[in-house]
Antibody, heavy 125, light 110 residues
Framework: QVQLVESGGGVVQPGRSLRLSCAGS????????MHWVRQAPGKGLEWLAV????????HYADSVKGRFTISRDNSKNTLYLQVSSLRREDAAVYYC??????????????????WGRGTTVTVSS | QSALTQPPSASGSPGQSVTLSCTGT?????????VSWYQQYPAKAPKVLIY???KRPSGVPDRFSGSKSGNTASLTVSGLQAEDEADYYC??????????FGGGTKLTVL
């Protein structure tokens, strides 16, 4: 079945970096644009970034641009989010999600039809 | 890239209809037909209910419907059921390859 599984979360000190992973299965991962979305405890959803099917195009929310990096390795069917200079406000459940489009020619559908269960990042000294 | 505005809470009795609103600007909701709605149960991942304002993915009951007027999008839940008690989030394309979510509405079935 179509599945996304996030990993890499944990307890991290402020100022440190972390790489989150998202493994896709049950669909043609290399043909799908992918998103990262986070949800702070008790708060709403926040879109973070999108990457095209081949990784050639990436776009970020203004709030994380320059500090977060989205990437993918289609040979491993895996999406990544590098989070740098972690702040306490980065504590959240991080979800990866599939865009129904490939993102070819920057043509995204900008909704998410498949979601992972999320991985939790806690920022604490 | 400001969050869309959703009322924090809404409620209705079983069998009734309830409409949830999502207000943005001409730079997001009003400017594009890329509004989506998601349902989220506690400690679960969101699930898409509506995309492109009015379209329903296969498997989503037709009790859920979407619409838009100007800068405000709406999700109507008809024939309210106990299982509809959840958080609901709207999202909209906001130009420049960016997406914005609303703050969410907690729907209570009385």
């Amino acid at each position: 079945q179509v599945q996304l599984v996030e990993s890499g979360g944990g307890v991290v000190q402020p100022g440190r970096s972390l790489r989150l992973s998202c493994a896709g299965s049950g669909f043609i991962f290399s043909g799908s644009a992918m998103h990262w979305v986070r949800q702070a405890p008790g708060k709403g959803l926040e879109w973070l970034a999108v990457i095209s099917y081949d990784g050639s195009n990436r776009h970020y929310a203004d709030s994380v641009k320059g500090r977060f990096t989205i990437s993918r390795d289609n040979s491993k069917n895996t999406l990544y989010l590098q989070v740098s200079s972690l702040r306490r406000e980065d504590a959240a459940v991080y979800y990866c999600a599939r865009d129904p489009s490939s993102g070819f020619g920057e043509d995204y559908q900008f909704y998410m039809d498949v979601w992972g269960r999320g991985t939790t990042v806690t920022v604490s000294s | 890239q400001s969050a869309l505005t959703q009322p924090p809470s809404a409620s209705g009795s079983p069998g009734q209809s309830v409409t949830l609103s999502c207000t943005g600007t001409s730079s997001d909701v009003g400017g594009y037909d890329f509004v989506s709605w998601y349902q989220q149960y506690p400690a679960k991942a969101p699930k898409v209910l509506i995309y492109e304002v009015t379209k329903r993915p296969s498997g989503v009951p037709d009790r859920f419907s979407g619409s838009k007027s100007g800068n405000t999008a709406s999700l109507t839940v008809s024939g309210l059921q106990a299982e509809d008690e959840a958080d609901y989030y709207c999202s909209s394309y906001a130009g420049n390859n960016k997406l914005v979510f609303g703050g969410g509405t907690k729907l209570t079935v009385l």
